[in-house]
């Protein structure tokens, strides 16, 4: 496959390469315009995928980005806490940062937060966060996404089942499909620089 005709890195076979370079001809566009809060997606076919009855994870990571202390899991006025004040949510007794005021109005319809996440291993890497085990040896695990997109795929989607938006080029050693196969690799949106 010539690099110059997509932007996908990683372990995918060249099956779902071609499937994914399909997706992008007809909504790259509007993935950024809906990315950018811009009008709705503009191929009908696909905002009525997008919008049916059917189980979706949003994972955020934002590497170098809030702390639980400054975004979910606020303590105000506890040693350790963060700077910022707690608001109420509409879950009820459920509080989060006061910099996020929109997400406290809606946090009962789209939210999940995990807050009992706990390891032995003191490595903070990537690959232990979105794996949940180290990088060692010759078994190579798959990441959280992937395992999530395999769990809920539907095989009549045509949206892809993991999208990762990164701002580096290369193998994604931390987000892979491991021993589950390329197939649920994420399609990996890289940004030309």
């Not at 007809?26 to 809906?34: D, F, I």
């Not at 076919?45 to 949003?58: I, P, S």
């Not at 990441?143 to 769990?151: D, K, P």
């Amino acid at each position: 496959m010539n690099p110059s005709q997509s932007h996908s890195v990683g372990n995918a076979s060249a099956d779902h390469l071609l499937s994914r370079r399909a997706f992008f001809g007809r909504s790259g566009g509007a993935l950024l315009g809906g990315a950018l809060g811009l009008n709705a997606l503009a191929a009908p076919a696909l905002a009525n995928q997008l919008q049916r009855e059917q189980k979706r994870v949003l994972m955020i990571f934002l590497n170098g980005g809030m702390s639980q202390f400054e975004s979910w899991d606020p303590k105000p006025g506890r040693p350790t806490g963060g700077p910022f004040l707690s608001i109420p949510t509409s879950v009820p007794g459920y509080r989060i940062s006061e910099l996020m005021p929109q997400m406290a109005s809606r946090i009962n319809r789209y939210t999940a937060v995990i807050r009992s996440l706990d390891s032995q291993n003191g490595n903070h890497s990537d690959f232990t966060i979105f794996g949940g085990k180290p990088k060692q040896g010759p078994v190579r695990y798959p990441s959280l996404g992937c395992m999530v997109a395999r769990e809920l795929a539907r095989p009549d989607s045509q949206v892809p089942d993991h999208v990762m938006f990164t701002n580096y080029a290369g193998e994604n050693m931390f987000e892979s499909a491991g021993f589950l196969g390329s197939r649920w690799n994420p399609i990996n949106i890289v940004p030309r620089v």
